[in-house]
Structures are given as C-alpha cells and as structure tokens.
C-alpha cells in the first residue's frame, strides 16, 4: 500500500523559515515525480513545486521562486521542501503528492496525494 506522509508543519514568524518531509513507502519511487502542493481554506488546492526522482529536475511556481528549495533522498524515499522567507498568508495545508507523470502532477492530478500538514505564518 503506497502512503506518503508528510510532517514539519507548524506555525512560524514572517520571514522565518520551515522544512516540510514526505516520507513515502509502498513501492519504488525512482520512476516517480513527487511534488508538494498546498490548500488554503475556501481555496483550490495550487501547485508548489516537483522533482524527479532520479534526475533532480525541479519545477517551481512562480511565487516561490528563490525563497523554496524541493529535494530528495532516494534512501530513504523522502522528499524535502526548504521553505524560506515565509510571507504572512491565511494557513495552508501542504500536501505531497506521487505520479509517473510530471504534467500530470503539475496539473493537480496526481495517482498519489499525502495527508497533508499544516502551514501558518504570522506576523
């Protein structure tokens, strides 16, 4: 059974810094792209960023461009994100996210989505 767990939310100060984990079990993820997406309330859920597994090819949103780093450990299989410069923003749940297919994922539709784990920045 594939699970992706998620951990290292919290509440942190404008301009303070997190680091979020994806632990993610059930099979080999060197084929996959994981990525980490979020979910403010009333919102959509919006992409963050991807990487592959083996290649370390990344993709970014715009808005976190130069403040968020995604990267990877293939051992274990977990996946990073290195949040800095965090701006003051309603909470957000951060989800991980798995699929064969970086457009997919891009896109929202991945095979695999975590539990999530929350996300708030204060002034």
């Known amino acids: 059974q594939v699970q992706l767990v998620e951990s290292g939310g919290g509440v942190v100060q404008a301009g303070g810094s997190l680091r979020l984990s994806c632990a993610a079990s059930g099979r080999t993820f060197s084929s996959y792209v994981m990525g980490w997406f979020r979910q403010a309330p009333g919102k959509e859920r919006e992409f963050v960023a991807t990487?592959?597994?083996?290649?370390?090819?990344?993709w970014y949103a715009d808005y976190v461009k130069g403040r968020f780093t995604i990267s990877r450990d293939n051992d274990p299989n977990t996946v990073y994100l290195q949040m800095n410069s965090l701006k003051p923003e309603v909470p957000a749940v951060y989800y991980c996210?798995?699929?064969?297919?970086?457009?997919?994922?891009?896109?929202?539709?991945?095979?695999?989505w975590g539990q999530g784990t929350q996300v708030t920045v204060s002034l």
């Open positions: 996210a798995a699929d064969r297919g970086a457009n997919r994922l891009r896109v929202g539709v991945p095979e695999f």
């Open positions: 990487a592959t597994w083996s290649g370390g090819i990344t």
